[in-house]
T-cell receptor, first 113, second 110 residues
Framework: SQTIHQWPATLVQPVGSPLSLECTVEGTSNPNLYWYRQAAGRGLQLLFYSVGIGQISSEVPQNLSASRPQDRQFILSSKKLLLSDSGFYLC????????????FGSGTRLTVV | DAKTTQPNSMESNEEEPVHLPCNHSTISGTDYIHWYRQLPSQGPEYVIHGLTSNVNNRMASLAIAEDRKSSTLILHRATLRDAAVYYCIALRNQGGKLIFGQGTELSVKP
């Protein structure tokens, strides 16, 4: 069966520090991968998606970047964190573009102080 | 992909049915209706999806209006564990990215 791992679960980082969040998927190959962010309250925002190694599409301009160095690995990074980067970050995968195929990770709660 | 409109919040009593409405008046003929829910401090999880016909699975039922401009997610017997934010999303089956709106926050009273 397929599983998605995301870590760490919580993170407190000072303003200006770098960030690296990692997501890995097991039990499937060539998945579509996604990074979402949820700021305080509701509102899940799609940040990046990837359909293959080295292929990254950005949905909104921001202080973050994403990379996909391996087929089942998706990394969210920042060189210098801002206070506004605080939020709940979720990784997800799907095999196809069909909406019902999305599986989400357990998320990373990032607090920038 | 069509815009959807949902009530911000709804309340239900435990063990009673819950009908969560969603309007999607601009939906096209190839847009599927998807429902996800997000439990507190967790990522969203898939609930159900459909195109034209009503759909049932172990989690819920989806009733789609004949003109497809609205749909209703039905939880047949709400439990406390069903308290979550429920998202209705309309998108093309091919080439669609899952874009979330504000959803409906369902609270369940014992």
């Amino acid at each position: 069966s397929q599983t998605i791992h995301q870590w760490p679960a919580t993170l407190v980082q000072p303003v200006g520090s770098p960030l690296s969040l990692e997501c890995t998927v097991e039990g499937t190959s060539n998945p579509n991968l996604y990074w979402y962010r949820q700021a305080a309250g509701r509102g899940l925002q799609l940040l990046f998606y990837s359909v293959g190694i080295g292929q990254i599409s950005s949905e909104v301009p921001q202080n973050l970047s994403a990379s996909r160095p391996q087929d089942r690995q998706f990394i969210l990074s920042s060189k210098k964190l801002l206070l506004s980067d605080s939020g709940f970050y979720l990784c997800a995968w799907s095999r196809l573009w069909t909406g019902h195929g999305y599986t989400f990770g357990s998320g990373t709660r990032l607090t920038v102080v | 992909d069509a815009k959807t409109t949902q009530p911000n919040s709804m309340e239900s009593n435990e063990e009673e049915p819950v009908h969560l409405p969603c309007n999607h008046s601009t939906i096209s003929g190839t847009d599927y209706i998807h429902w996800y829910r997000q439990l507190p401090s967790q990522g969203p999880e898939y609930v159900i999806h459909g195109l034209t016909s009503n759909v049932n699975n172990r989690m819920a039922s989806l009733a789609i209006a004949e003109d497809r401009k609205s749909s209703t997610l039905i939880l047949h017997r709400a439990t406390l564990r069903d308290a979550a934010v429920y998202y209705c999303i309309a998108l093309r089956n091919q080439g669609g990215k899952l874009i979330f709106g504000q959803g409906t926050e369902l609270s369940v009273k014992p």
